[in-house]
């Protein structure tokens, strides 16, 4: 089979009993309850706002709820995997409940095993501990793309003070005093419709460079931001002279902000410079940290690092599926 389009997975998961199930571009993301828990046995991985879901699905897939535990289910047409993302609930029901849905996927793509990603350390060891779930440790193909669990989350905790102190932050202070003056930063509860879409496509650091999987990420920022789901979310904005030079987004409905795009002009130390005024904002509106997600390349991931050295690393799991089906592959 080479793609499983959302309706025929809507009709595999409505089959299943006990589950809610709902098309992920109907879901009600300003709702916080439509997710019943955005932790994995408490623990806070990778997200915390079901706009990442938006993103990593690129909106489209299904929402799956289940006795307090939810996950989404998504097909990746480049790899021809139905992935099933960020699980979320008590660790033993959320990997029961990723078997059930594994076993359904199985009878309808029986050569595409379904991957789960974004697990962390609970809810990989209740998958491993049944026996039928290995981690992915290579590439799905030579031409997919990496993602971010490559490299662990970052999770900014330092003190937020408007200028640093300490040789650790020479970075942060010198983009503080080189932009500082020339920038003005904004931070919103919905989007401002002042050229977001533009500056995404034609005018950040990396607009000359996107691929295919990042135009896609890119795509769909766009598409939520046409949406009604702006609740929980902020929308960051650095301007000079009326234009945009800097967008991000972020959320906390967990304690910890999560950062969920950025983008900034291609001009030396502006992104250090964004970054620091969003922690500002994210802490003083009552966050106590905030995750810049994994990475996927090493450079990336080094400059957050050294960036902000007050930080924690968490990493989260990629596992495979190997039930009877599938055996003879593993």
């Known amino acids: 089979m080479s793609a499983l389009t959302d309706a025929r997975l809507s009709d595999i998961l409505t089959a299943l009993p006990d589950l809610e199930v709902s098309h992920l571009r109907d879901t009600d993301f300003s709702d916080i309850a439509t997710i019943p828990t955005f932790l994995q046995g408490g623990a806070d991985v990778h997200g915390s706002h079901g706009l990442f879901y938006w ?15 939810a996950v989404v289910l998504s097909w990746r047409a480049d790899v021809n995997r139905l992935t099933a993302f960020r699980p979320t ?3 033993r029901e959320a990997a ?4 059930r ?6 009878e309808a793509v029986p050569h595409s095993p379904l991957v789960a990603r ?3 350390a609970g809810i990989e060891a209740a998958l491993t501990s049944q026996g039928c779930w290995v981690p992915l440790e290579a590439p799905w193909s030579d031409e997919a793309y990496a993602d971010d669990e490559t490299f662990p989350e970052v999770i900014v905790t330092t003190e937020p003070r408007d200028v640093p102190s300490g040789q650790a932050y020479k970075s942060i202070r010198e983009a503080i005093f080189k932009h500082g003056p020339e920038y003005t930063y904004t931070a919103s509860g919905r989007p401002l419709g002042i050229g977001e879409a533009e500056f995404i496509a034609a005018e950040t650091a990396r607009s000359q460079g996107y691929g295919e999987h990042e135009s896609g990420f890119n795509d769909s920022v766009l598409s939520f931001l046409d949406t009604a789901y ?4 902020t929308y960051h904005y650095l301007q000079r002279d009326g234009r945009v030079h800097g967008f991000a987004i972020t959320a906390n409905t ?10 900034a002009a291609d001009l030396p130390r502006l992104a250090t410079y964004f970054l620091w005024q969003i922690y500002l904002q994210v802490r003083r509106s009552g966050a106590f940290a905030l995750n810049l997600g994994g990475s996927e390349e090493v450079s990336l991931f080094q400059f957050k690092t050294r960036t902000f050295p007050h930080h924690v690393l968490q990493r989260s799991a ?3 599926y190997t039930g009877a089906m599938f055996q003879e592959g593993v």
Do not use: F, K, N, W
């Open 55 to 69: 993103l990593r699905a690129r909106g489209s897939g299904s929402l799956v709820r289940s006795h307090g535990c």
């Open 89 to 91: 609930g008590e660790p």
């Open 96 to 99: 029961d409940l990723l078997s």
């Open 101 to 106: 849905l594994a076993e359904a996927a199985a």
């Open 118 to 120: 974004y697990c962390g």
């Open 230 to 233: 702006h609740d929980q979310l």
């Open 254 to 263: 967990t304690g910890i902000a999560h950062g969920y795009y950025l983008g």
């Open 318 to 320: 990629v596992l495979q």
